[in-house]
C-alpha cells in the first residue's frame, strides 16, 4: 500500500528517445534540413550577388564557387539552371510589392507621380535581374510566366489609378503603358547610355507632355 500510495503521487514521465539511440539522433533530422535551407539560400545568394555584379548568365560553377559548395550540391537543390533562375526570379519580384503600397498622396495626378517615382527606383534596383530573366525568358516557362504576371499587375495598377478619359482612350493609355514599362527604362539607361536622371528626366517629360496633350482632365 505505501508503494502504491508513493507511485500515485510521483509526476508522469515525459516521453524519452528510444535508449537504443543517441539523444543527438533525434533532432539530426531537423539539424539536417536546417543545414539543406542554409545551402539553398547561399546558392540563390550567390546567383544574386553574380548577377548583379554583371554577370547575365552565371554558370553552375561560378554559383558554386561563390556560395562555397559543391557542383553537386547545386544540382542537387536545383534540377537544372532554369529553376535557380526561377528562383531567383521570384525571389527579385517580391520587390515588386513596394510598388503596390498605398500610396501616400491623394488625387490621381500626385498619385501618378508617386507611381513613376517608385517605379523608376524599382526599375533601376532590379535592371541587372530583369536583363539576367530576359536572356533565358524565352526558353523557361517559368520566367516567362513571371514576366507576363508583371507586366499584367503594373498594367491593372495603372489603369485603375487614371480617370476614365485616360484609361478609355487606347492610344494615350498604351503610351502612358508603354513610357513606364521596365523596357523603355532599360532602353535608356542601356542602349541609349543615359544616367539615371536624365533618363528620369525624358519619361517624366513624355508623360507631362502627353497628359498636356488630353482634353482638359479633373484632378
Given at each position: 500500500m505505501v508503494q502504491l500510495n508513493m507511485a500515485a503521487k510521483?509526476?508522469?514521465?515525459?516521453?524519452?528517445?528510444?535508449?537504443?539511440?543517441?539523444?543527438?539522433?533525434?533532432?539530426?533530422?531537423?539539424?539536417?534540413?536546417?543545414?539543406?535551407?542554409?545551402?539553398?539560400?547561399?546558392?540563390?545568394?550567390?546567383?544574386?550577388?553574380?548577377?548583379?555584379?554583371?554577370?547575365?548568365?552565371?554558370?553552375?560553377?561560378?554559383?558554386?564557387?561563390?556560395?562555397?559548395?559543391?557542383?553537386?550540391?547545386?544540382f542537387r537543390h536545383f534540377k537544372d539552371m532554369e529553376s535557380l533562375y526561377a528562383e531567383m526570379t521570384f525571389r527579385v519580384a517580391q520587390h515588386y510589392e513596394a510598388m503596390l503600397a498605398p500610396f501616400e498622396t491623394s488625387g490621381w495626378r500626385n498619385q501618378l507621380a508617386e507611381?513613376?517615382?517608385?517605379?523608376?527606383?524599382?526599375?533601376?534596383?532590379?535592371?541587372?535581374?530583369?536583363?539576367?530573366?530576359?536572356?533565358?525568358?524565352?526558353?523557361?516557362?517559368?520566367?516567362?510566366?513571371?514576366?507576363?504576371?508583371?507586366?499584367?499587375?503594373?498594367?491593372?495598377?495603372?489603369?485603375?489609378?487614371?480617370?476614365?478619359?485616360?484609361a478609355d482612350d487606347p492610344v494615350r493609355f498604351e503610351s502612358l503603358d508603354l513610357l513606364l514599362s521596365f523596357d523603355v527604362w532599360q532602353r535608356l539607361r542601356v542602349d541609349q547610355g543615359l544616367e539615371s536622371v536624365a533618363a528620369r528626366a525624358v519619361v517624366e517629360g513624355q508623360v507631362?507632355?502627353?497628359?498636356?496633350?488630353?482634353?482638359?482632365?479633373?484632378d
Open positions: 510521483q509526476p508522469a514521465m515525459r516521453p524519452q528517445a528510444p535508449e537504443s539511440l543517441p539523444a543527438s539522433t533525434a533532432v539530426e533530422p531537423d539539424g539536417r534540413r536546417r543545414r539543406s535551407r542554409q545551402s539553398r539560400d547561399r546558392i540563390v545568394q550567390a546567383m544574386l550577388e553574380l548577377v548583379e555584379a554583371g554577370d547575365v548568365t552565371p554558370g553552375a560553377e561560378a554559383v558554386a564557387a561563390r556560395a562555397a559548395v559543391g557542383l553537386r550540391s547545386v507611381m513613376i517615382e517608385r517605379r523608376l527606383t524599382t526599375f533601376e534596383r532590379l535592371m541587372p535581374f530583369k536583363r539576367a530573366a530576359d536572356a533565358h525568358r524565352h526558353e523557361s516557362p517559368a520566367l516567362q510566366a513571371n514576366y507576363t504576371s508583371s507586366l499584367a499587375m503594373m498594367r491593372s495598377r495603372l489603369s485603375g489609378l487614371l480617370p476614365a478619359a485616360l507631362a507632355l502627353l497628359l498636356a496633350a488630353a482634353a482638359p482632365l479633373s
